[in-house]
C-alpha cells in the first residue's frame, strides 16, 4: 500500500465549517490518512484529537502521520457509528467530522478489491475482520436479492438478467477477481468509453462495497445519536461520495431541525445546499468531484 497521492476532499471548506479554532475536542469518525486531522490540529495547537477508523492499516499509517501530535491524539479502531459508545468527554468535543468516501490508500491496494481498474480479489472489506467479502455475495446470495442490492446501491438497470448472467458464471468458477467482474459488465452493458457516463463497474462495485460494509446501515441513527451525547455549539461536518449517502444526511438534519409540533430544534443546519470541490480541486484530486458536504451545528 501507499500513501502516494493522498489528498483529503474539501480541506478548506472542513476547516470553515468545523471552525478548529475553539479549544477543545474535535473528532474524526472515518480518519483514513489523518489528511483532515492533520489540517484540524495544524490550526489550533491546543486542540485535542480522538480518530476513529474501521480499518487497521489505514489506522496505522495515520498513526504514524500523527506522530509528532501524539500527545494530542487518542485512537480507535472502531467504526464511526461506536462513536457515541466510546469513554471519551463529549461534553468537550467541538466537532465532528465524517468523510464517509474511500481514500486513495484503499482504492490504489489491487488486495482490498475496491478499484476495478486493478486486478485483485473480489473482497473489499474496510475491516479485515469481517467475514463477508465481495465474492461471498456475488457467489452466495440468491439472485432477487442480488439484483436488489446492484439496483438500490449501484441504480443500474437491467439487473434481474445481471444478476442471472452473475449466477450462471459463478457456477463455472469464472467470478473470481475484480477483471472477472469487470469484464462481465462491460460485455453485458456493451460499454464504451463516452464523455459524462459513468462505467457501470464504477456503480456495480459501489453496490458492492455498501452492501459488504453495511455502509448505509444506521447513518441517521448515528447522526441522532451524536446529537444527544454533544453538547450545544457543537459542529458536525459530513462528507458523503454518493446520492445515497447524501440523502440520509440531509434528512437526519432536517428532522433534528425542525420545529414541527413544538418539538425544539436540535441543530441549526448551516449548508442549505451541499458544498461541493470547484475546478481547480477536482484537477488536483479527481476524488474530489463527486463529494459534497453538509454542516450543522448543535443548539
Not at 4 to 23: A, C, M, N, T, Y
Not at 35 to 47: E, F, K, Q, T, V
Request: some cysteine; charged content about 30%.
Amino acid at each position: 500500500m501507499t500513501e502516494k497521492g493522498h489528498l483529503p476532499v474539501l480541506p478548506s471548506q472542513v476547516l470553515e465549517f468545523i471552525d478548529p479554532g475553539r479549544d477543545g475536542l474535535y473528532v474524526d469518525c472515518t480518519l483514513g490518512l489523518a489528511g483532515h486531522a492533520l489540517a484540524i490540529l495544524g490550526a489550533n495547537p491546543r486542540a485535542r484529537l480522538v480518530g476513529l477508523d474501521r480499518d487497521a492499516l489505514s489506522l496505522e499509517a495515520a498513526r504514524d502521520r500523527l506522530r509528532r501530535h501524539a500527545g494530542r491524539v487518542t485512537l480507535y479502531h472502531a467504526d464511526f457509528k461506536d462513536l457515541p459508545s466510546l469513554d471519551i468527554p463529549f461534553d468537550r468535543v467541538r466537532g465532528v467530522l465524517g468523510d464517509f468516501g474511500l481514500s486513495s490508500f484503499q482504492l490504489d491496494a489491487p488486495e482490498r478489491g475496491f478499484s476495478f481498474t486493478r486486478e485483485g480479489p473480489l473482497d473489499m472489506r474496510m475491516d479485515l475482520r469481517s467475514k463477508t467479502t465481495a465474492a461471498k455475495i456475488l457467489n452466495t446470495y440468491p439472485e432477487g436479492k442480488l439484483a436488489d442490492v446492484l439496483a438500490r446501491y449501484g441504480e443500474l438497470s437491467q439487473t434481474r438478467r445481471l444478476a442471472r448472467e452473475i449466477a450462471h458464471l459463478r457456477k463455472l468458477g469464472r467470478l473470481e477477481t475484480t477483471s472477472d467482474l469487470r469484464v462481465l459488465l462491460e460485455r453485458f452493458y456493451r460499454w464504451r468509453p463516452q464523455k459524462g457516463r459513468i462505467h457501470p463497474a464504477a456503480k456495480a462495485f459501489q453496490a458492492l462495497r455498501i452492501e459488504v460494509n453495511r455502509e448505509l446501515e444506521g447513518l441517521d441513527e448515528f447522526i441522532e445519536a451524536v446529537v444527544r451525547r454533544v453538547g450545544p455549539g457543537t459542529r458536525l461536518v459530513f462528507i458523503s461520495f454518493h446520492s445515497l449517502e447524501d440523502r440520509l444526511v440531509k434528512r437526519a438534519f432536517l428532522r433534528l431541525a425542525a420545529t414541527a409540533g413544538g418539538a425544539s430544534p436540535r441543530l441549526r443546519v448551516l449548508t442549505r445546499k451541499p458544498v461541493m470541490a470547484g475546478e481547480e480541486e477536482v484537477a488536483a484530486n479527481s476524488r474530489a468531484r463527486s463529494a459534497k458536504l453538509r454542516a450543522a451545528e448543535t443548539v
